[in-house]
């Protein structure tokens, strides 16, 4: 059965890699030249969630993704304004594939919902996944809204004649997946 990772369990992780953690904060931070760097996904998430980024982007790398995350991105206006919607638009549109990291911070941020609904107008509904993570593993209920439901997961699962759990890209519908690296990738 497929399994939602946790905060708690992201956290946990990025405490015994902190060098891992500092690496990929300061490269999001830092070195992120967004004009001549070719991002393969978009990465949307609330700025609440800040703190869980590094750790997604870092399984996206690990999997052959190079996404692209506002955090950092100096391109964007300060305050936000209609320039940050033609970038993030564009951005959006240039990349291959459209990853959600949703959590209950979700639902309350002004932007999330519009990268979605961008993205499904910009994109097949096979290059779009959400990746999402919750407080506690038996609390999803709030995952249920409509059209989250036309959407796939990015979820630790093990293949079928497999003995390790590996990070999928799995269709709650149909019950099948794409290993995160083929789905990237392909």
């Not at 941020?109 to 593993?137: C, H, Q």
């Amino acid at each position: 059965m497929p399994e939602i990772i946790t905060f708690s369990e992201i956290r946990q992780s990025l405490s015994n890699k902190r060098h891992l953690y500092e690496e990929i904060n300061s490269s999001l931070k830092k070195s992120m030249n967004f004009s001549t760097s070719y991002h393969n996904i978009f990465l949307s998430h609330s700025s609440k969630d800040n703190e869980f980024i590094p750790y997604i982007v870092q399984i996206l790398k690990s999997h052959g993704g190079n996404p692209y995350v506002d955090i950092g991105d100096n391109k964007l206006p300060t305050p936000p304004s209609a320039g940050t919607a033609k970038i993030l638009k564009s951005n959006i549109q240039a990349a291959k594939r459209f990853v959600l990291f949703l959590t209950t911070n979700s639902k309350d941020s002004k932007w999330v919902p519009w990268e979605l609904g961008l993205s499904d107008g910009a994109k097949r509904n096979e290059d779009i996944a959400i990746f999402p993570s919750t407080e506690m593993a038996y609390n999803t209920i709030w995952m249920n809204q409509e059209y989250l439901g036309l959407y796939r997961k990015i979820v630790l699962g093990r293949f079928k004649d497999c003995t390790e759990d590996v990070w999928m890209v799995w269709d709650e519908t149909k019950n099948m997946a794409d290993e995160l690296s083929r789905w990237i990738c392909g």
